[in-house]
C-alpha cells in the first residue's frame, strides 16, 4: 500500500525594510528671524553643513529652491538633522510656521532628494568648492588645535545646535580663536553676547591658552 507523505513546505518571505515616515516639527531659536525645523532623518553627515543666502546658490539642493519659492524666506541652513529658515520682517511665524512645516514633511515623504549631490565631511575640498552653498570645517593642524576642537565639539557645538545654527572651528592664532557661525546663529542679535559670555568664557576657563574668542566673517 502506498504511502501518503505530507510534506510541510516552509515559504519565506522576503520581508522588504520599512521605511519609517520623515516627521518634522519647528522650534523656536534666539535668533527672532529664524525657525529651526527638526527633522527624524539624517540630511547631512558628520560636521558637513549647506547655507543658501538665495534661490541663485541652490542649484544643488531642490529642497531649498523651492523653499526660496516662498516670498517671505531670505536664507536656508541644513545641518544633520534639522533645517533653519530665516525670514524677512512683513510676516510673522505664526503665520507660515504650519505651512512650512507640512512643505518640508511632504517634501521628504514624496520621491525627492534633499541634494542632487550628496554632501559630508568626508567630501573633497573640489566637490565642495563645486556644491553651492557647503561649508567644510577647517581641520585642526597642532595637538593644541585638535585639543579646541574636541572642546568645541564636546561642549559647544551641541548647545548651538540645539538653537538652530552651528559653529566650526577656522583658525587659531597669537591666544586668538577664530570660529565659524552659521545657520540661526549668523545675524542674530544675541550672538555676540553668546560669543563672549558663553563660548568664549567656557574655552579660556578650559584652555588657558585660548585668549579670546572671535567669529570669522566670509
Known amino acids: 500500500m502506498p504511502s501518503l507523505f505530507c510534506r510541510n513546505f516552509v515559504i519565506k518571505k522576503t520581508m522588504e525594510p520599512k521605511t519609517i515616515p520623515a516627521t518634522v516639527y519647528a ?3 534666539p535668533n527672532p528671524a529664524t525657525m529651526k525645523f527638526v527633522v527624524n532623518k539624517l540630511l547631512l553627515e558628520g560636521a558637513a553643513t549647506v547655507e543658501y543666502a538665495d534661490s ?8 531649498a529652491a523651492r523653499l526660496f519659492n516662498f516670498p517671505f524666506v531670505t536664507g ?3 545641518s544633520q538633522n534639522f533645517i533653519t529658515i530665516t525670514k524677512n520682517e512683513i510676516i510673522e511665524w505664526d503665520d507660515v510656521v504650519l505651512e512650512l512645516r507640512e512643505y518640508i514633511q511632504e517634501f521628504l515623504n514624496g520621491d525627492n532628494s534633499v541634494f542632487t549631490t550628496p554632501i559630508s565631511e568626508n567630501s573633497s575640498d573640489d566637490d565642495l568648492t563645486k556644491t553651492e552653498g557647503s561649508y567644510k570645517p577647517q581641520e585642526p593642524s597642532t595637538e593644541l588645535e585638535k585639543k579646541i576642537v574636541e572642546i568645541l565639539e564636546e561642549y ?3 548647545a548651538v545646535a540645539r538653537d538652530g ?16 557661525l552659521k545657520g540661526a546663529c549668523s545675524g542674530c542679535p544675541s550672538s555676540t553676547m553668546t560669543l563672549k559670555n558663553g563660548i568664549e568664557s567656557l574655552m579660556t576657563r578650559m584652555m588657558p591658552e585660548v585668549k579670546e574668542v572671535v567669529a570669522h566673517e566670509g
Open 76 to 78: 536656508i541652513f541644513i
Open 165 to 180: 545654527g552651528a559653529i566650526h572651528f577656522h583658525a587659531f592664532v597669537d591666544g586668538q580663536l577664530s570660529v565659524v
Open 156 to 158: 559647544i557645538t551641541p
Open 56 to 63: 541663485e546658490e541652490t542649484s544643488n539642493s531642490p529642497l
Open 27 to 29: 522650534e523656536l531659536s
